[in-house]
């Protein structure tokens, strides 16, 4: 099975932050890579799909990079609405499977 | 508007057995392959497994935890996803969710591209004597 590792498990920041999340794949998944954003008692939302594609009505302050096995979530400018947890999923094998999450805390 | 609502959760005893239910609307539900993920209190997401269409094979594929305990079946007539759950461990509880992409549009392989964009609100689940 691919093992998706998440880092920071956990961050602080202020509203205007600029904040990156990174992911990395135990093999190379090439560019399947999603990113969901979850806010408590509430189900996973899609933000990022295929490494780099912005879901539609997602704010372009969130982008994704990378390939391969290493990959990135920024968020360019940390609003009140984005503090919540952030998990990136991989879907390149036949199991699917998800890091272990980002929390991201106001500061 | 296109929707997921699950329903079936509920108390069980460790070994008992429990089947959810996910209403589809919205979307041609037959084209689409269909996943189930959990969370445990206060954990992260966990994939549970995934059935594809008929068009496609119609096969199911799990995660390891749940690899032969766990049942995931489609009636396309009904326009509802099930997932059986027998031979449960307390660690088995969580909050259970559908989810699939419409963006795939039943597009076979696009699946795997193009993440899961709908989610259900999902259904308690809780394992305990």
């Known amino acids: 099975d691919i093992q998706m590792t998440q880092s920071p498990s956990s961050l602080s920041a202020s509203v205007g932050d600029r904040v990156t999340i990174t992911c990395r794949a135990s093999q190379s998944i090439s560019s399947y890579l999603n990113w969901y954003q979850q806010k408590p008692g509430k189900a996973p939302k899609l933000l990022i799909y295929a490494a780099s594609s912005l879901q539609s009505g997602v704010p372009s302050r969130f982008s994704g990079s990378g390939s391969g096995t290493d990959f990135t979530l920024t968020i360019s400018s940390l609003q009140p609405e984005d503090f919540a947890t952030y998990y990136c999923q991989q879907s390149y094998s036949t199991l699917w499977g998800f890091g272990q999450g980002t929390k991201v805390e106001i500061k | 508007e296109v929707q997921l609502v699950e329903s079936g959760g509920g108390l069980v005893k460790p070994g008992g057995s429990l089947r959810l239910s996910c209403a589809a609307s919205?979307?041609?539900?037959?084209?689409?392959?269909m996943s189930w993920v959990r969370q445990a209190p206060g954990k992260g997401l966990e994939w549970v497994g995934r059935?594809?269409?008929?068009?496609?094979?119609?096969?199911?594929d799990y995660a390891a935890p749940v690899k032969g305990r766990f049942t995931i079946s489609r009636d396309d007539s009904k326009n509802t996803l099930y997932l059986q759950m027998n031979s449960l461990k307390t660690e088995d509880t969580a909050v259970y969710y559908c989810?699939?992409?419409?963006?795939?549009?039943?597009?076979?392989?696009?699946?795997?591209?193009?993440?899961?964009?709908?989610w259900g609100q999902g259904t308690t689940v809780t394992v305990s004597s």
């Open positions: 989810t699939t992409s419409i963006a795939a549009a039943g597009g076979g392989n696009y699946y795997y591209y193009y993440g899961m964009d709908v």
């Open positions: 059935i594809k269409s008929k068009t496609d094979g119609g096969t199911t």
């Open positions: 919205g979307f041609t539900f037959s084209n689409a392959w």
